[in-house]
């Protein structure tokens, strides 16, 4: 719809936060098949009710979306009424489904007003339809809105990495960022982890997102993707993160291991690191695990054996 006062639209579209030039409607855009392209971050302006020319028919606008995080809409909005008005902004699904319902204030008396809302866990790669709709015949409503998204405490993780075949290799006292279980992302990452020694494992945990606190799945898995340890990590609650520390003794370096996680809550952010404890003791001589190749010892000198004996079987030849 044509605004009835495009120098006024101008100017409240000046007021939406922008990182590019701002953008008009296109009539029609009644509907998904006719909705206006959003660009990211950039204000797009309209107007709908008694304007010029009248039209009542709500307003259809797509965005293409890659980040994650928080979707967030800021409005500028008037009409030319003498109350406040509230506008209704639905976000809907790629198939028109609506997601989520809110309404921000148009101000009265021609006098831009405002306003925003934040969608969580949302984004990822796919396509949303942003909808507005008229909230007065007999007033004209001027807008001017933009969105994008509140970026997660910690970054994202290199994708596709949903299953072994595309596990991610992280090196030994490294920080691994990631994030899980977005509205169009995916609930599954896949790490590869390369011991550099025998010993104890150490996982080093954090994670966050915006709503209930709750907890990612970490499972550690041999080389054939056989689960041999799961914990039940913390999530924090309102994008504080929660961390803990686990072990599991007995690894070894002779393959490799992977850590998948899975989230039981929506759009997680996390960040981990390992280490390795070693044992006491270094290491004997491999192979020696049968008699073939076992190590003979020397009368005068009786080295200690009590190493990884519980990794393998081990065996020594003691002289008579």
């Avoid at 001027?142 to 509140?150: A, I, K, L």
């Avoid at 913390?234 to 686990?246: D, E, L, M, N």
């Amino acid at each position: 719809m044509r605004t009835l006062n495009k120098l006024l639209t101008l100017a409240m579209a000046l007021v939406v936060p922008l990182c590019t030039r701002a953008q008009t409607e296109i009539e029609p855009n009644d509907g998904s098949t006719t909705a206006n392209m959003l660009t990211y971050n950039t204000a797009m302006s309209g107007s709908m009710g008694a304007c010029s020319p009248t039209d009542n028919s709500g307003d259809y606008f797509r965005a293409d979306v890659t980040q994650q995080g928080q979707l967030r809409v800021q409005s500028s909005m008037s009409n030319t009424g003498t109350t406040d008005l509230e506008v209704t902004f639905r976000v809907r699904h790629s198939s028109t489904a609506v997601l989520a319902t809110y309404t921000l204030t148009a101000g009265a008396n021609g006098v831009p007003v405002s306003d925003s809302f934040q969608f969580p866990c949302q984004g990822g790669t796919g396509t949303y339809y942003i909808t507005l709709e008229n909230p007065s015949t007999t007033v004209c409503t001027n807008y001017s809105f933009s969105y994008d998204f509140v970026a997660p405490v910690f970054g994202n993780d290199p994708e596709p990495n949903d299953g072994n075949t595309t596990a991610v290799t992280v090196p030994v006292n490294t920080q691994q960022v990631g994030q899980i279980n977005f509205h169009y992302g995916d609930n599954s990452d896949y790490y590869r982890l390369d011991l550099p020694t025998h010993g104890v494992l150490n996982i080093q945990w954090e994670a966050e997102n915006v709503g209930a606190s709750g907890t990612v799945a970490v499972t550690l898995r041999n080389s054939f993707t056989s689960a041999i340890q799961t914990w039940n990590l913390p999530v924090g609650t309102g994008s504080v993160p929660a961390s803990q520390t686990v072990s599991i003794d007995c690894r070894s370096n002779t393959g490799f291991y992977y850590l998948s996680m899975v989230s039981s809550n929506c759009g997680v952010s996390y960040r981990f690191s390992y280490t390795v404890t070693p044992p006491v003791f270094a290491n004997d001589v491999e192979p020696n695990d049968g008699s073939t190749t076992a190590i003979v010892l020397p009368h005068s000198h009786l080295p200690r054996v009590d190493q990884l004996l519980h990794l393998h079987g081990e065996f020594g030849l003691l002289p008579h």
